[in-house]
């Protein structure tokens, strides 16, 4: 008997981005989101993440207290997420989301106003500058979002919500088009 192998499907592989005058909405690589929980009286571990990770191609995001994102474009091979979890061992832990969740780019110059059609965060510069990150609703559904440049956040989503949310966002950003 043949042995089945799973085969891994980007799950918004079909849709194509949407481009419209004020805003960019995009599937991005589904790499690698490394959730790092830290132990109970460890403290900031975004230090010691940034510099283990210095030559791996990925972001240390913070998530919630004691608790981090390690996000990147390109999978971690099992070694180096054994490697992590060794170095990390007796301040905190390291489960792989990457199997789990999806990222998506939002971009453009409406974006703040189309975010805020869906969530109650102040998504204002002057509140939410570049590089900070929260973790809130847009509509139903929980959302990791990181302001990553003046007009563009990346939003990081669960795996079976983000066709949903991406068809939210679309609805939220047609007044545009």
């Known amino acids: 008997m043949a042995e089945a192998g799973i085969k891994h499907r980007a799950v918004l592989a079909g849709l194509r981005p949407i481009n419209v005058k004020q805003v960019d909405l995009r599937a991005l690589p589904e790499g690698s989101i490394i959730q790092i929980l830290a132990r109970r009286g460890a403290g900031d571990l975004a230090p010691l ?6 030559d791996k191609e990925c972001e240390v995001r913070p998530a919630a207290p004691g608790e981090w994102l390690l996000v990147g474009n390109t999978a971690w091979a099992r070694e180096e997420l054994d490697s992590l979890e060794a170095s990390i061992h007796a301040v905190g832990y390291a ?3 990457s199997h789990g969740r999806v ?3 939002l971009a453009g110059s ?3 106003d189309v ?6 965060v102040d998504f204002d510069a002057a509140a939410f500058p570049i590089g900070n990150s929260t ?3 847009i509509g139903h559904v929980s959302v990791h979002l990181t302001r990553v440049k003046d007009s563009g956040f990346e939003l990081i989503v669960g795996r079976s919500l983000a066709e949903g ?4 966002l679309a609805r939220m ?3 545009l088009a």
């Open 110 to 112: 409406a974006v703040e």
């Open 95 to 97: 489960v792989d989301q």
């Open 165 to 168: 949310l991406w068809q939210d």
């Open 135 to 137: 973790v809130a609703l």
């Open 173 to 175: 950003s047609s007044e």
């Open 49 to 54: 993440l940034a510099d283990l990770t210095a």
């Open 103 to 105: 990222r998506l780019s």
């Open 115 to 120: 975010l805020a059609k869906g969530s109650a």
